[in-house]
């Protein structure tokens, strides 16, 4: 049996569902999204708990999707790829329609699907070492267009084409978080403000929320969600010059140095 990579606890009526891969900078896989989900809705069927928080273990929230595993998926067919990709939006989904408000606690790396899962919560609070992107098309992958919807279009054009990552105060700028806390002080922020979404009329905070999501569903949010991870996997199956150069040194030097030499790329343009 595998190590469990998701560690729930309760603070108060404060649900916190904490990523525990600190090692990995907690990169999702499969099944850390699959214990995510279970953590979710066991907060949301206890009565006691106000509030969901996700956290991060260790020096990150959580640095994108763990390549190596989404690697290792490449080998299965495209139905059961597209399959996989359909339980993995629908997990993030349940997220997004908790009907107890959600708060994220980022910290250190925030990048692709870290941003994505962030992006799921109701409010953010970070601490001033956090740093966001959207690197997903130096891997050749179409990053999600989320971020349309959550800052100014130039700003999101330039985050998901050029993979520029920003801090957290230029995330607080740009509107895309709610506070910056002190590294130290970062847990404590966190809480005062999910203790304080706890105590909330809880019939009201559903009806507020539902509202919320059905007027961004007007607007396109939850077409672009399905036709998003759809042409996601479009890019995943694509042979693109710049995808066979990496999996060429990945497969000859391993993803550590692969990664490296790509951020130099990155770096030096």
């Excluded at 993995?88 to 329609?97: A, T, V």
């Excluded at 497969?251 to 692969?258: D, F, H, L, Q, S």
Aim: charge should be negative; hydrophobic fraction near 40%.
């Amino acid at each position: 049996m595998s190590a469990a990579t998701v560690r729930v606890e309760r603070h108060g009526r404060v649900g916190v569902a904490t990523l525990d891969r600190p090692g990995k900078h907690n990169a999702l896989t499969r099944d850390t999204l699959v214990e995510l989900d279970e953590a979710v809705r066991l907060f949301e069927g206890d009565g006691e708990v106000g509030c969901i928080v996700l956290a991060g273990e260790g020096p990150s929230f959580c640095g994108g999707y763990d390549l190596g595993a989404s690697s290792a998926q490449k080998e299965s067919d495209l139905w059961t790829h597209w399959l996989e990709l359909k339980e993995n939006r629908e997990i993030l989904g349940r997220i997004w329609h908790a009907s107890k408000p959600t708060v994220c606690e980022v910290k250190g790396y925030c990048l692709g699907a870290g941003l994505a899962l962030m992006s799921q919560c109701d409010l953010v609070v970070a601490s001033g070492d956090a740093t966001f992107g959207e690197p997903e098309l130096q891997f050749s992958l179409l990053p999600q267009p989320h971020l349309l919807y959550l800052l100014p279009f130039r700003i999101a054009m330039e985050v998901m084409l050029l993979g520029r990552r920003f801090s957290a105060n230029d995330a607080y700028r740009y509107g895309l978080i709610n506070r910056v806390a002190p590294a130290g002080e970062l847990r404590t922020a966190t809480l005062h403000m999910a203790a304080a979404l706890a105590e909330l009329p809880a019939e009201i905070v559903q009806m507020t929320k539902r509202v919320v999501r059905s007027t961004l569903d007007s607007m396109g949010h939850g077409v672009m969600t399905e036709w998003g991870w759809d042409a996601f996997l479009l890019s995943k199956i694509m042979p693109t010059a710049a995808r066979t150069r990496f999996e060429g040194v990945v497969a000859e030097k391993g993803m550590r140095v692969a990664l490296r030499e790509l951020r130099t790329e990155r770096d030096g343009c």
